[in-house]
């Protein structure tokens, strides 16, 4: 999508975090201008959040969403605005596309019911995808707020994940590398499974996965591939990541892939396995 005219978005922006990072970035993205509507404490207090007594005070939100923004962009592309009820300035004039994240997805097809009803055209709409934590669920203030996570996505509380390999002499490289990413874990891996029937190396890893995050955070499959090499799988109870091919070599290098697969430098490949609940 190319910049053209004026993006709006608007959010709480409460202990800004990666996600916020992201949708800021798409909206420069979407717009050579960008609005940012930040949500006053008043409309907060009529409409409370979870572990409201949490939630950091307007001015330090709207602090925090400046700061990144103009360490970033230049000032003269973006202002940020109190957001004091559920459509703020995005019904008005002078506005040319809607950013949201897929969680508020239904707020946009809000704002364009609004718009029509006040006989101005509908905005197009950029839907931003969620950025992921650690343990694959989305980054989120409500999770930051209760100590799960922190800002960049880090699990801070204990993660169980499950382990499930199709080759014994590939457990202890996989339990190594899920104790380097997540010091404070609990790996339940149960005997090596092995293949059956025609099914393929990325089928079998899936399904390890699945296996692994059954009443789990998180689900590790690591499946061998006849060609050589393996094929790596990870999953939690609402996401999946694509499978993962690894050539062969030796343990470590199966225990460096497993780590890059369970934090990754860049952007993951994921999938819903289920509508997402709104956070």
């Given at each position: 999508m190319r910049p053209k005219g004026h993006a709006v978005l608007g959010g709480t922006f409460d202990?800004?975090?990666?996600?916020?990072a992201a949708l800021l970035d798409a909206a420069f993205r979407a717009g050579r201008t960008v609005s940012v509507g930040v949500t006053t404490?008043?409309?907060?207090?009529?409409?409370?959040?979870?572990?409201?007594?949490?939630?950091?005070?307007?001015?330090a939100r709207v602090r925090a969403v400046r700061r990144y923004l103009a360490g970033r962009h230049p000032t003269?592309?973006?202002?940020?605005?109190?957001?004091?009820?559920?459509?703020?300035?995005?019904v008005g004039e002078g506005v040319d596309r809607l950013v949201v994240s897929v969680e508020t997805v239904g707020g946009a097809r809000a704002v364009n019911a609004e718009r029509r009803r006040l006989g101005r055209r509908p905005l197009p709409v950029l839907v931003v995808p969620l950025v992921l934590?650690?343990?694959?669920?989305?980054?989120s203030a409500r999770r930051i707020r209760a100590g799960t996570i922190d800002r960049d996505g880090r699990r801070?509380?204990?993660?169980?994940?499950g382990l499930q390999v199709e080759d014994a002499r590939d457990s202890a490289a996989a339990r190594r590398a899920v104790r380097r990413i997540f010091r404070s874990s609990r790996i339940d891996s149960g005997p090596p499974v092995r293949p059956t029937g025609r099914r393929s190396a990325a089928s079998r890893a899936t399904r390890l996965a699945k296996a692994g995050a059954a009443g789990r955070d998180l689900g590790l499959g690591v499946a061998r591939d006849p060609k050589g090499g393996w094929l790596l799988a990870e999953?939690?109870?609402?996401?999946?990541?694509?499978?993962?091919?690894?050539?062969?070599?030796g343990p470590d290098r199966l225990a460096r892939a497993l780590e890059e697969l369970l934090r990754p430098s860049v952007?993951?490949?994921a999938f819903p396995l289920r509508r997402p609940s709104r956070r």
């Open positions: 202990h800004f975090h990666v996600g916020h404490d008043r409309y907060l207090a009529l409409h409370p959040k979870p572990e409201a007594e949490r939630l950091q005070p307007y001015a003269d592309r973006f202002r940020t605005v109190p957001l004091e009820d559920r459509f703020g300035r995005s934590a650690d343990d694959l669920e989305p980054v801070r509380s204990p993660i169980r994940v999953r939690s109870r609402t996401l999946a990541l694509a499978p993962r091919r690894v050539r062969a070599g952007e993951r490949n």
